[in-house]
């Protein structure tokens, strides 16, 4: 009987930055795929030799800190295109709860205090520039850096989104972009069928219902969280529009986060939160998933720069096809 072998899947979501503008009028080196890599080079190791600046970044209500410690960078292709793999060495301080125990010592233990730090080096980046030469004599050039997130099976998306987030807008200069709504619906026209749509809602409030006799002596606060979650399938375009515009959901939840996923992996994200009004948070981006295996992850072998590119490869062309059908 064949052996069952336990496998993961390891999420590859893209982003692109907002747009920086490149003046190519007398430089020296004008702007390619080649310079710009060498910039980002540059600019990198400049944080790693600054001993008086560490990038970090608190999650709203939450103690805890994420940082940035360090970053090594390798040049990567893809065929003849130059990418940059990011290796970071980023830590979580402000620990106010937990403890070490080594499994070899299973009696000591060692309590983390706040200004303690758990770091760990495989958080793993692919970035690669993409111009769009905006005058036909060549001197005005756009350019938009790619995010590929090699997400680690033992880390959360949240974690290695606000590592990347830290990199590009903090170091790079060049924040991952927010797109507007109407860009959004216009971008979805193109589709015929949206493949998935998610709809989350949810809402906190006051209830007091079914406390105890006992407990209501006492002066006490009681909150129930109600949540929904929608998933639907080959949504047509009109109809992903209409839940986009659709406002009903501000009569009974506070919150709805909707995710447009077309067939090409692309994804719009939208957060909107209602209080006196709507306010909306979007982001375009692509998600990719490969599949490992369980040993490969246990060895470390998912970490490994040749293993990283061959499991990228595929993702990257896909993408590119993708970003060259302008969709």
Not at 41 to 54: E, M, R, W
Request: hydrophobic content about 35%; some cysteine.
């Amino acid at each position: 009987m064949a052996e069952n072998k336990k496998g993961y899947q390891i999420k590859v979501p893209v982003y692109v930055s907002e747009k920086m503008e490149r003046d190519n009028n007398g430089a020296i080196f004008p702007t390619s795929n080649e310079t710009l890599i060498e910039d980002a080079k540059v600019l990198i190791g400049a944080y790693n030799s600054n001993p008086n600046i560490t990038l970090t970044s608190d999650k709203r209500n939450k103690t805890t800190t994420i940082g940035i410690k360090s970053i090594d960078v390798e040049d990567l292709f893809f065929n003849s295109d130059k990418c940059l793999l990011l290796k970071v060495t980023a830590f979580k301080t402000n620990l106010i709860d937990g403890y070490y125990q080594s499994a070899n010592e299973e009696e000591k233990e060692i309590r983390f205090k706040e200004r303690d730090k758990i770091c760990s080096d495989t958080y793993f980046f692919i970035l690669y520039p993409l111009l769009n030469i905006q005058a036909e004599n060549g001197l005005k050039i756009d350019v938009y850096w790619h995010i590929f997130i090699y997400e680690d099976p033992s880390k959360t998306n949240d974690e290695m989104a606000r590592i990347a987030r830290l990199i590009m807008s903090k170091i790079m200069k060049a924040p991952i972009k927010n797109i507007k709504s109407e860009k959004m619906l216009a971008d979805i026209r193109k589709y015929n069928l949206i493949s998935e749509v998610e709809i989350s809602l949810s809402v906190i409030a006051d209830d007091d219902e079914g406390v105890p006799e006992y407990i209501q002596n006492y002066q006490f606060s009681s909150k129930l969280k109600k949540e929904k979650k929608i998933k639907l399938s080959n949504m047509s375009a009109d109809d992903a529009i209409s839940a986009f515009e659709d406002e009903s959901f501000t009569n009974n939840y506070s919150k709805r986060q909707l995710r447009f996923i077309t067939h090409n992996k692309r994804v719009f994200s939208v957060v909107q939160e209602f209080k006196d009004k709507i306010s909306s948070a979007l982001e375009d981006s692509f998600n990719y998933s490969i599949d490992v295996s369980e040993e490969d992850i246990k060895n470390g072998n998912i970490f490994k720069t040749e293993t990283i590119k061959q499991n990228v490869e595929g993702i990257f062309t896909r993408y590119m096809s993708a970003c060259a059908d302008g969709q």
